[in-house]
């Protein structure tokens, strides 16, 4: 799915603070190129890294996550899946699976808010190629597309047999809202495998980090202040050994008759959300996790969102407009996680 389906809106600031190591000095790795629609980078520090060996790992192994996740491959597995018309079990890879398992835990524990059978509703609201006199969907639309929406109806996933299946012909799947996070996870075990044992990965803005930075600091990471205009930080959060991902709607909505549409659907609703919440970020074991619990974060919004992260104990930060000190006006609060995590 195209970037701006799932905006994740970070911004990468390392600084780099004073330090000292002893024996053989780290080397300091930097890759970086275009994947999933998005860019990513690398850095990993390490002794004796093969740098040319290394890449072409990265590279390799971002591939593999496109041929497995990628709902722009229509040959992908997950265009495959999707484009099948069978409801009979089907072989999925071990990747598929783990991804799906991790799908459907976030789907159950935020009542359906979360939902990677989304594609009907995101088609009815014309994200994408959206044209400015296409009108808004009429209650009886999104009903009819809400028939096609719901992972826990739809999806049966046995993981011990590595099969999913579908229970009605036309239902799809689009992991836009998970599958960068994989992907970020996938590089890391990748520089683990390298012997690289402190490293930042993202993509897209979604990443993970392990150890310090090359001056022996943790990685500082600088959550982007919402708006259209030229890009500034919000806040700065220490980031060690831990996934971040960001989730936004002020880049990508329309307006319609004087009302504005977030590109943000509730999947039980059927339509965009309504709640003043911009931007969520969320701190958790993974990258993968962090990506799925922005976007549902940013579903439920704060009030909601709130509620929930302090129940199962995730680190989130949210960004809500505040409607009466104006239009570029914001407020922000967190979880307890959060603020036991980064002192914010």
């Given at each position: ?213 090359a001056k022996g600091e943790a990685w500082r990471i600088g959550i982007e202040k919402p708006g259209a205009g030229a890009q500034t ?112």
């Amino acid at each position: 799915m195209p970037r701006r389906f799932l905006l994740a809106l970070i911004l990468p600031v390392t600084l780099l603070l004073p330090g000292c190591w002893f024996g053989s000095a780290p080397e300091e790795l930097r890759l970086s190129g275009e994947t999933m629609g998005t860019t990513y980078s690398v850095v990993a520090i390490g002794t004796g890294l093969d740098h040319e060996a290394l890449a072409a790992a990265v590279e390799g192994t971002l591939a593999a996550v496109n041929a497995k996740m990628s709902n722009w491959d229509p040959a992908s597995e997950v265009s495959t899946f999707s484009a099948a018309r069978s409801t009979a079990p089907v072989r999925v890879s071990p990747e598929f699976a783990d991804v799906l398992a991790a799908a459907n835990d976030v789907h159950e524990k935020t009542g359906g808010k979360f939902d990677v059978t989304l594609g009907p509703l995101i088609e009815l609201w014309g994200f994408g190629p959206r044209r400015p006199e296409d009108p808004v969907p009429s209650d009886e639309d999104i009903a009819a597309a809400l028939e096609s929406v719901g992972q826990a109806r739809l999806l049966t996933l046995d993981v011990t047999a590595g099969t999913l299946k579908k229970s009605a012909p036309e239902t799809g799947i689009n992991l836009s809202a998970i599958a960068k996070g994989y992907g970020v996870d996938a590089v890391a075990a990748v520089l683990e495998g390298f012997g690289a044992d402190r490293y930042m990965v993202e993509i897209g803005g979604d990443l993970v980090t392990k150890g310090d930075n090359a001056k022996g600091e943790a990685w500082r990471i600088g959550i982007e202040k919402p708006g259209a205009g030229a890009q500034t930080v919000q806040l700065i959060v220490p980031v060690s050994n831990l996934g971040l991902a960001t989730s936004g709607d002020y880049r990508n909505y329309f307006e319609h008759d004087g009302v504005r549409y977030s590109h943000i659907l509730d999947p039980v609703a059927g339509r965009p959300v309504t709640h003043s919440t911009t931007s969520v970020t969320v701190i958790a074991e993974n990258a993968m996790l962090a990506d799925a619990w922005a976007t549902a974060m940013l579903v439920l919004g704060r009030e909601n969102g709130l509620k929930l992260a302090e129940a199962h104990k995730l680190a989130v930060f949210f960004i809500d407009r505040d409607v009466q000190a104006g239009a570029d006006a914001y407020m922000t609060s967190a979880s307890s996680a959060f603020e036991a995590l980064t002192g914010h």
